[in-house]
DNA sequence: GATAGAGTGAGTATCATTCTCAGTCAAGGG
DNA sequence: CCCTTGACTGAGAATGATACTCACTCTATC
């Protein structure tokens, strides 16, 4: 099917990385799977899925889940984090990050190589702390 | 009518935090499910799932969720955060959080009611980083 | 009692993610 | 040139956590 020159060790990776780069936002799997679809780097969700593992694994994207469970991912290089509303679910970055991976000592990091963090707010927007009071 | 007092609101609510606030670490709805069996406090999986989104809504307990997308709670004012390997999932206990709510500006809060906050490392666990190596 | 409303749970539906497995490709040996 | 080997792929099925449905059961009130 695909017949590239053996420049970069996988092409898929790599075509997942950039989508994710280029976007304003976190993706889904489910959202990358769509946006490649009907384009020349088209792959199956399955593929979608595993490569995204791997770029998580070698430490060049970062996952969130939402309350949906749904898993969002985007560039380890953007460090944005995010308030969450646990009722309506709905989702306000925060512009900067108050925390850095730095401020665990080698003890508390107990032999593990660091890759990402998340940090994540929970509370009620506005709208659902007037319905629930309503 | 909520015009009850909300210290009793519920019997079944109160027989979840009660469970969580017991046991020695965070616990799924399956578990919590599981460990009620067989006791004159079991209540169906549905009821459980039911109760713990209200719980949580009401800043009575926090959820994070795993790389495996299974969700676990515990009481809010356990203030525990975690150290977990991407690769085979084993998760750690940071035994201090270095982070509080109070470090949003109101700004930032954006009118939200703050109710908890989730802060996760993601990393290569020694094990894990060994069998990639060899 | 009769009635209304909230709470419940067994079963089912949903949906993101993972697994299966057969098909395809690339490289190297004979 | 075949032929083997191994890695990669993706369609479809399986998985598993969570949400939904709806008939049933309490409880309180009339």
Do not use: I, W
């Not at 053996?6 to 280029?22: C, D, I, M, V, Y």
């Not at 009907?38 to 430490?59: E, F």
């Not at 969002?72 to 953007?78: G, I, Q």
Request: with cysteine; hydrophobic share 30%; proline share 8%.
């Amino acid at each position: 099917m695909e017949a590239s020159p053996p420049a970069t060790p996988n092409g898929k990776q790599q075509h997942l990385l950039e989508q994710l780069r280029r976007a304003a936002h976190e993706l889904s799997g489910q959202d990358l799977h769509a946006q490649l679809r009907n384009t020349p780097q088209a792959m199956g969700l399955a593929t979608v899925y595993r490569h995204l593992r791997q770029l998580q694994q070698r430490g060049l994207v970062r996952c969130r889940h939402l309350p949906s469970g749904e898993a969002l991912f985007a560039p380890t290089e953007r460090d944005e984090h995010h308030l969450t509303c646990v009722d309506c679910g709905r989702t306000v970055p925060l512009p900067a990050c108050p925390m850095h991976g730095d401020d665990l000592s080698p003890q508390q990091l107990d032999g593990f190589q660091l890759l990402f963090h998340t940090l994540e707010f929970f509370g009620l927007c506005p709208l659902c702390q007037q319905r629930q009071q309503g």
